[in-house]
T-cell receptor, first 112, second 114 residues
Framework: ETGVTQSPTHLIKTRGQQVTLRCSSQ?????VSWYQQALGQGPQFIFQ???????GRGNFPPRFSGLQFPNYSSELNVNALELDDSALYLC???????????FGSGTRLTVV | KQEVTQIPAALSVPEGENLVLNCSFT??????LQWFRQDPGKGLTSLLL?????REQTSGRLNASLDKSSGRSTLYIAASQPGDSATYLC?????????????FGKGTKLSVKP
């Protein structure tokens, strides 16, 4: 399987709710990173997983959490949603970061 | 802390023109630099990847250069077409830290007019 697939493409949630975003990476891509991109900004690093363990985290609160599974899929969970969480969430994966990252098409989250 | 800056923030050109997008970074300790294209509301498509030991990479009408010592990269687009209209992002690859392995600029929004 080629490419990185994210689901859902869009969703709308109410402030205070919880959300789970999903990402399916290419076979062999044992590193996955999640990014948040606000309108007009570059992507901001949330966290990274390597072989199912978190091995790097950006300046995001603990209510942002994740999981990576043996089948190269991963999840981003956000609890207690706030209006400022509205953004495009991007998943990226790689077999070796020296070879560059492949990005998914993103999930557009709107919190109302 | 590594910072990546892209100039200009927006650019509008007539079809057929050659153009250059600029990217600068503050810390030369990078292992690669990647240029991406992003269409409105969509994900990132990788255009070119330059390793830190390389000076340039080419793909079709695109040519990217890297001068690590001066902290600069350029993306040259030849004979621009309306289909090139998108936001172009550069990202430097670094080893870990709170910023992650890939640090982005804010992008240059390109509009190519027919």
């Amino acid at each position: 399987e080629t490419g990185v697939t994210q689901s859902p493409t869009h969703l709308i949630k109410t402030r205070g709710q919880q959300v789970t975003l999903r990402c399916s990476s290419q076979s062999g891509h044992n590193t996955v990173s999640w990014y948040q991109q606000a309108l007009g900004q570059g992507p901001q690093f949330i966290f990274q997983y390597y072989r199912e363990e978190e091995n790097g985290r950006g300046n995001f609160p603990p209510r942002f959490s994740g999981l990576q599974f043996p089948n190269y899929s991963s999840e981003l969970n956000v609890n207690a949603l706030e209006l400022d969480d509205s953004a495009l969430y991007l998943c990226a994966s790689t077999m070796d970061s020296n070879w560059g990252y492949t990005f998914g098409s993103g999930t557009r989250l709107t919190v109302v | 802390k590594q910072e990546v800056t892209q100039i200009p923030a927006a650019l509008s050109v007539p079809e057929g023109e050659n153009l250059v997008l600029n990217c600068s970074f503050t810390d030369s300790a990078i292992y690669n630099l990647q240029w991406f294209r992003q269409d409105p509301g969509k994900g990132l498509t990788s255009l070119l990847l330059i390793q830190s030991s390389q000076r340039e990479q080419t793909s079709g009408r695109l040519n990217a250069s890297l001068d690590k010592s001066s902290g600069r990269s350029t993306l040259y687009i030849a004979a621009s077409q309306p289909g090139d209209s998108a936001t172009y992002l550069c990202a430097v690859g670094v080893y870990g830290g709170s910023q992650g392995n890939l640090i982005f600029g804010k992008g240059t929004k390109l509009s190519v007019k027919p």
